[in-house]
């Protein structure tokens, strides 16, 4: 049998053989390529800054997200911290939006503001 | 009235915490960062900081000018008389003068009389005052017992950080600090005047670990939460650069390591909490109006320039 070999002429067992006869030809198959594990240092550092903390605390809900920030703002607001100090939240995740406020606003009283807003599971 | 200025004690009740290595790297983050004129004073007998910025053989030669002559010596010293300059930074003009440390003050602290402490404790304040006027910040080494400078360094302080490991009894060194002390030193109440910085801290590589972390911060701030608005949340990282058969001497930023991207890491996590400090020193001794807190309609003034909606009031 060759490529051009009209194979409907072939009976069951010989086209079975001519099958075997041209994986000798060609080779064993591959192995399947082994799927490339996730390195444990390189998995996204989930909880690895403040911010990122602080976002999970809304648990992956962004209604609970868009309630944390708001009353993250007025808490701060109360505490005293002014208006200046605060980034604009339009344009920016909750995350980016963290990591520029505690660049101006202390991040131990962003962290301990957040942690008493959201209710202890 | 000329504002306030912070005059930092580093101290903890525990000792091997990192404390120096905290004192001496968090105050050059805090160099680099904004412009800031820093006075660092080795206080600890042991003279750890001293040893971390000069060889043994150098510390014999500076040895001359010390914190001791401060305190006891035959003439009034200014900062002006016993600094030296270990850095300035040419692109935003900080410079950070040091003090350095001598063993003498130990021989002070042992069976001192009221009069030695009376008139120690006068001419540091003195001292710290004159400092005052100099920098806009003067940040001491203190030794991890209560020593006689010790308590002269929180007799003078205004501001307090304490590293800490995540553990009860590295924690309960700091509340000891501030629940036994505030009665005498009344700024030690207030969460603006206290820093409790995670230092040493194991960098985790897994979710599982990052998570196990940061319930072990949360158990911290539930056991003390009269500490839980002065806690950092960004932690300095376990590091073998601050070994002491690593360690060279001076600035972990002008350290030459094998491991270059290690040490920008490391870097990173001082930057951080420095600019943790930073913003904090704003709020506590700022501007006083700063301190009164907004209320009802400047909230609404400010929540509609933040969000670009107004408030939703529930």
């Known amino acids: 049998m060759n490529l051009w070999s009209d194979i409907s002429t072939l009976t069951k067992e010989q086209f079975v053989a001519a099958l075997g006869q041209l994986e000798e030809k060609v080779g064993p198959k591959p192995a399947a390529r082994a799927t490339k594990a996730k390195s444990a240092s390189k998995a996204k550092a989930k909880l690895d800054t403040p911010a990122a903390r602080i976002v999970a605390l809304a648990g992956g809900s962004s209604v609970l997200e868009r309630d944390l920030q708001r009353n993250l703002v007025t808490v701060l607001l109360q505490r005293g911290y002014p208006q200046d100090d605060f980034p604009k939240a339009a344009d920016k995740s909750f995350e980016a939006w963290l990591e520029e406020l505690m660049r101006r606003v202390p991040s131990a009283d962003v962290m301990e503001a957040a942690t008493s807003l959201v209710p202890k599971t | ?314």
Not at chain 2, 159 to 172: E, G, H, Q, T
């Open chain 2, 1 to 314: 009235m000329a504002p306030i200025k912070p005059v930092m004690a580093f101290l903890t009740m525990k000792g091997g915490v990192g404390k120096t290595t905290l004192a001496a790297n968090l105050t050059r983050a805090m160099a680099d960062i904004e412009k800031r004129k820093i006075l660092l004073i080795d206080a600890d007998a042991q003279c750890n900081l001293s040893q971390l910025f000069y060889e043994a053989d150098d510390l014999d030669a500076v040895s001359t000018r010390t914190i001791y002559d401060a305190l006891n010596g035959h003439k009034i010293m200014k900062p002006a008389d016993l600094k030296r300059q270990i850095y300035k930074n040419s692109q935003n003009g900080s410079e950070i003068d040091f003090i350095c440390g001598s063993f003498e003050t130990f021989a002070l602290a042992v069976n001192p009389s009221g009069l030695i402490e009376r008139q120690t404790s006068e001419r540091f304040r003195a001292f710290i005052q004159d400092a005052q006027r100099d920098y806009d910040i003067v940040a001491i080494d203190t030794n991890p017992s209560a020593t006689m400078i010790t308590m002269h360094a929180l007799d003078v302080a205004n501001f307090l950080v304490a590293p800490i490991s995540f553990d009860k009894y590295s924690m309960r060194g700091v509340h000891l600090i501030t629940s036994v002390l505030s009665p005498k030193y009344g700024w030690q109440k207030n969460p603006e005047r206290v820093r409790v910085v995670p230092n040493r801290i194991k960098r985790p590589t897994t979710e599982a670990e990052q998570r196990k972390l940061f319930d072990a911060e949360n158990r911290i701030r539930h056991a003390f939460p009269d500490l839980e608005r002065s806690i950092v949340p960004n932690y300095i990282r376990q590091s073998a650069i601050v070994s002491n058969e690593a360690r060279q001497v001076g600035f972990l930023a002008d350290q030459r390591v094998p491991n270059r991207e290690h040490l920008i890491s490391l870097l990173n996590d001082f930057e951080q909490v420095a600019i943790d400090l930073l913003a904090t020193q704003r709020k506590a001794f700022g501007d006083a109006q700063k301190d009164k807190g907004a209320s009802g309609s400047a909230i609404q003034r400010a929540f509609a320039s933040i969000f670009g909606e107004p408030m939703v009031r529930h």
